[in-house]
């Protein structure tokens, strides 16, 4: 007897709401754009049909609530106005440079940079504008690595559908002194964005960039994003993300940064919204003296599950990386941190460092830690460690023997506990604006 054959269910299963027909829609609306980028359109989604969804045997989600990540349901939004994107950049409005606000993909508002930094070649502007106006670089530096953090079905949804993002191109040996902000907001239930922020900083270049993921809808949405970093020689990059997607969002989200000799790359990463939050994050090394210092705080409360996957890789003698995460975890929330750190055979005096620390606030609360190792050099200096523990009850008896509530008690030591890795900003306009929105968080 002839067997049925389950492909069509597998596939359905595999692209969810973004069928060809969806994708030719997609593509038709991008009547401006080149041929090259419709074409390198077209190759990402033929590279996103064929691959499967996350299993339960995939050792790179391993832990992960697979049963969450499903793509049907969602379609791309349309853009509109919309006060959010507004509300948003007011949270980082102390001493901007220029600000970027997106709404469900297309861009609806900004300030331009001040004519001072426009003269001088720097670029705050849209990728659609990029695509016409620096094509070279678009092509040398979007999505140029490849994923390998278990994202790639993932990465290659996000390149075939992205509407628009954030192009910030810094000349050589021009400094950009306070932040550019990007607000990526997103409305309407079911609505998919695909947010993307891509910063170029040439030889001995510095900048700072902050990109804030908002909705106020409590409604499911799909986000799924990625930024490239390039830090040239000697650039310094200082960027902040500030996720604060509708609770019942699922998000996934991947870094990746590459920097050269003697450049210094800060990444620090809020995860504050999302039902079911996944982010990627790849660093690599690849010159002499280069520097990646990778942060993370999370509040994990409800049912929320945030999905913490990272690599560090260096790929020459002398380099330096430092990751430092750390998750506070409320109600019946679950954390997963997996990270490892690949020093290749050349890269002698490699001084890598990787800590995972969860603040366990709850009986009920769930943390997973993996760090990992894998060194092919025999001249290195790498560490890695992870602990997960309660609060101390001496010290929330302390506070409570002063008449501090327990709530009021527990924020206190969360912010205690988060200000090692706030201290690490050299803004203190940007410390602030993250703790208020931690605070903001809490107190809902």
């Known amino acids: 007897m002839a067997l049925a054959t389950p492909a069509k269910p597998a596939v359905a299963d595999a692209i969810g709401g973004f069928t060809p027909e969806v994708f030719a829609r997609h593509l038709a ?102 695509v016409a106006k620096h094509p070279g670089l678009l092509r040398e530096h979007f999505m140029a690595q490849p994923q390998k953090l278990g994202s790639a079905k993932f990465a290659a949804l996000h390149e075939a559908f992205i509407q628009d993002g954030a192009f910030i191109h810094v000349p050589r040996g021009v400094v950009v002194d306070r932040p550019i902000v990007i607000v990526h907001a997103v409305s309407g239930a079911g609505t998919a964005v695909f947010p993307h922020t891509l910063v170029v900083a040439e ?107 990272t690599l560090q890789i260096h790929q020459a003698p002398n380099t330096k990386s430092d990751l430092l995460y750390k998750n506070a975890l409320l109600d019946q929330s679950r954390t997963i941190f997996s990270g490892l750190i690949i020093v290749d055979p050349d890269a002698q005096k490699t001084d890598a460092y990787q800590s995972n ?36 009850p001496e010290q929330e008896f302390y506070l409570k023997s002063r008449g501090i509530p327990q709530k009021a008690a527990d924020e206190l030591l969360i912010f205690g506990f988060f200000e090692e890795v706030l201290n690490r900003l050299e803004s203190e306009e940007l410390h602030s604006a993250l703790r208020k929105l931690i605070r903001a968080h809490l107190r809902r």
């Open 29 to 130: 609306s991008l009547t401006a754009s080149p041929a090259w980028w419709l074409e390198r359109k077209r190759s990402a989604y033929s590279r996103f049909e064929p691959l499967p969804m996350p299993r339960r045997t995939d050792e790179s989600w391993r832990f992960s609530n697979i049963a969450g990540i499903t793509l049907g349901g969602f379609s791309p939004g349309a853009g509109g106005p919309d006060p959010r994107a507004r509300q948003a950049s007011e949270a980082f409005a102390t001493a901007l440079e220029a600000t970027l606000s997106f709404l469900n993909g297309s861009l609806v508002g900004g300030n331009p940079l001040p004519a001072g930094l426009a003269a001088k070649g720097v670029v705050a502007s849209t990728l659609s504008e990029a």
């Open 357 to 392: 620390r969860n603040l366990m606030l709850s009986d009920d609360a769930e943390s997973n830690s993996l760090p990992g190792l894998e060194i092919q050099a025999n001249d290195v200096r790498c560490t890695h460690g992870a602990t997960s523990s309660r609060i101390d």
């Open 203 to 309: 030889d001995n270049a510095k900048v700072t960039i902050v990109d804030h993921f908002v909705s106020n809808d409590a409604t499911r949405q799909f986000a799924c994003g990625a930024n490239d970093l390039y830090a040239g020689h000697g650039a310094r990059i200082t960027y902040v993300a500030a996720q604060c997607w509708s609770k019942e969002a699922l998000s996934l989200q991947f870094n990746s940064t590459v920097v050269r000799r003697d450049a210094r790359v800060q990444s620090l990463n809020l995860h504050l919204g999302g039902k079911q939050a996944r982010h990627e994050s790849l660093s690599q090394l690849q010159a002499p003296g280069g520097f990646s210092e990778m942060l993370a705080i999370t509040v994990a409360d409800g049912a929320r599950e945030c999905d913490q996957r």
